[in-house]
C-alpha cells in the first residue's frame, strides 16, 4: 500500500472528490470561523490537504494569514494549483511539529485529521505551542459513535475498517484537555457534498478518499456497481443531493 504523503495518484484525485457545493463550503467556513476569538483570525490548518478550507476562510472569512500545514508534498502541490489565494501559504510540515513560531495563530484547524495522526496527544501539546492565550482548536472529523456516511451503504466492508481508525469523541477531547484546552462546544453539522447521486457516483469511482486502499479491486467494483444501479434510477427531474454529516468539537486555550 502506498503511504498516504506519497500517494500522487490520491493527492489528484483528492480535489475534485472532495469539493463541495459553494454553498456548503461557505457554510463550514462560516461555522469553522464563528469559533475564532477575533474577527479577521489568524488561521492554522493542520493536514490541509489540496486546501479548500485555507482558500474558503481566507476568502469568505477575512481569515489572515492562513498557513496550511501537511506532510505529503503532493497534497500541498495540488493544494497550490487548485486553492492559491495571496494571504495563504502552504508548508511541509506535520501536526506534532508545526514549522513556526510559538503563538502565532488564533485559530488552528484539524479537518478529516485527526484519525490520521500517530500522536494525538504531540499534536495537542504542539497547538498549546503555536496558539495564543484565548486560541481555540476546531475539529472537523466523524467520532467513531457516528460511522454514518453514505459510502458505508455501499461498502459495508469499511465500518468495520473505520470503527479502527477514527477515535471516539471522549479519546480525542481527552487528549486536548490533558494537553490544556477547555471544551467550547461539540456539534455536528450536515451540508450537500454533492447535489446528485450521480455526481457522488462519479466522484466515488475515482476512489477519492484513503478508506478505499483498504478494500480489495473486486469489493471496489461490487459497492460501485450497485451504486451506479443507484444512480440511474435518480430522476434528472429532481436529482437526490448527498449530504455528508461531521462532528465539530471546538476548544480553547485559557
Ligand atoms: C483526509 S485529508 C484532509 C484534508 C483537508 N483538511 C480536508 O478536510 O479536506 C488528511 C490530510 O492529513 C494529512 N496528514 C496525515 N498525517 C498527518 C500528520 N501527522 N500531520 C499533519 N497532517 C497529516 C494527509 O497528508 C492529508 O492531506
Same mark, same amino acid.
Given at each position: ?154 461498502? /459495508?466492508? #469499511? $465500518? !468495520?475498517?473505520? *470503527? ?5 469523541? &471522549? ?5 486536548? @484537555?490533558? %494537553? ?14 454533492? /447535489?446528485? #447521486? $450521480? !455526481?457522488?457516483? *462519479? ?5 477519492? &478518499? ?5 478494500? @480489495?479491486? %473486486? ?18 427531474? !429532481? ?16
Amino acid at each position: 500500500m502506498t503511504r498516504l504523503h506519497d500517494d500522487v495518484r490520491l493527492a489528484g484525485a483528492y480535489q475534485p472528490g472532495n469539493a463541495m457545493p459553494e454553498s456548503s463550503l461557505r457554510a463550514w467556513a462560516e461555522l469553522i470561523a464563528s469559533f475564532a476569538p477575533c474577527p479577521a483570525p489568524a488561521v492554522l490548518e493542520i493536514g490541509a490537504g489540496t486546501g479548500m478550507f485555507c482558500a474558503a476562510l481566507a476568502r469568505w472569512q477575512r481569515a489572515s494569514p492562513v498557513v496550511g500545514v501537511d506532510p505529503s508534498v503532493p497534497m500541498l502541490e495540488q493544494a497550490r494549483r487548485h486553492n492559491a489565494h495571496p494571504g495563504v501559504h502552504y508548508v511541509v510540515g506535520s501536526a506534532e511539529a508545526v514549522p513556526t513560531r510559538a503563538e502565532s495563530f488564533d485559530l488552528a484547524l484539524l479537518s478529516r485529521v485527526v484519525h490520521h495522526l500517530p500522536d494525538r496527544p504531540a499534536c495537542a501539546r504542539e497547538l498549546t505551542r503555536v496558539l495564543r492565550p484565548g486560541g481555540v482548536v476546531v475539529i472537523r472529523t466523524t467520532f467513531r459513535e457516528r460511522l454514518d456516511a453514505l459510502v458505508y451503504d455501499y461498502w /459495508p466492508q #469499511l $465500518r !468495520a475498517v473505520d *470503527e479502527q481508525r477514527f477515535p471516539g469523541r &471522549q479519546e480525542v477531547l481527552a487528549d486536548f @484537555t490533558r %494537553a490544556g484546552f477547555t471544551v467550547r462546544e461539540v456539534t455536528s453539522f450536515a451540508q450537500p457534498v454533492t /447535489p446528485a #447521486l $450521480r !455526481a457522488y457516483h *462519479e466522484r466515488m469511482s475515482t476512489r477519492p &478518499q484513503s478508506k478505499f486502499s483498504y478494500l @480489495t479491486t %473486486a469489493e471496489f467494483e461490487t459497492g460501485l456497481r450497485r451504486l451506479a444501479r443507484d444512480a440511474a434510477s435518480e430522476p434528472a427531474s !429532481a436529482p437526490w443531493p448527498v449530504p455528508e454529516r461531521y462532528d465539530l468539537a471546538a476548544l480553547a486555550l485559557d
